[in-house]
């Protein structure tokens, strides 16, 4: 409960070292291949040059033969880095935190590296804005899984 809470203060601490003016919303759809996760993300982007952002997303892991790892939640936020100017370019860096549903990994325990189902990791990654078109791909570096995100900004 403590890493739970420890997530969610950090995201709304991002959140709120942005300030109270000039914004820029972001609503993305996010893929997540491994899980056939999908869900949202929030962006919200103060002055053009740094921002920060929420995501949630639901799937399941299958790794045939009846192994599985069902209601996979992720719970991501960070903060969002201008890169550069005729894209508009974004450098994401943030915290995830993991909840992992029933399980059945037998067969497979010795192949499966059941270290990689701790709740706390971190990931980076690059949002690209052409007018209101957003695309985007975010990776957990310890876990070594990734997701794409279409959206747009308004």
Not at 100 to 119: R, V
Request: aromatic share 16%.
């Amino acid at each position: 409960m403590k890493k739970l809470i420890s997530i969610l203060f950090f995201c709304l601490f991002t959140i709120i070292i942005t300030g109270q003016t000039s914004y820029k919303n972001h609503i993305i759809l996010v893929f997540q291949p491994e899980d056939c996760g999908l869900g949202f993300r929030y962006d919200r982007i103060h002055n053009k040059s740094i921002g920060n952002y929420i995501s949630l997303t639901k799937g399941d892991y299958n790794f045939g033969n009846g192994n599985f790892i069902k209601d996979h939640v992720k719970l991501a936020g960070g903060l969002l880095f201008r890169i550069n100017d005729p894209a508009t370019s974004y450098f994401t860096v943030g915290l995830t935190y993991n909840k992992y549903g029933a399980k059945d990994l037998i067969g497979i325990e010795d192949q499966f590296n059941t270290d990689m189902l701790n709740p706390l990791s971190f990931e980076l990654g690059i949002t690209a804005i052409i007018n209101k078109f957003i695309a985007g791909f975010r990776m957990d570096i310890l876990k070594w899984e990734g997701c794409f995100e279409f959206g747009i900004a308004f």
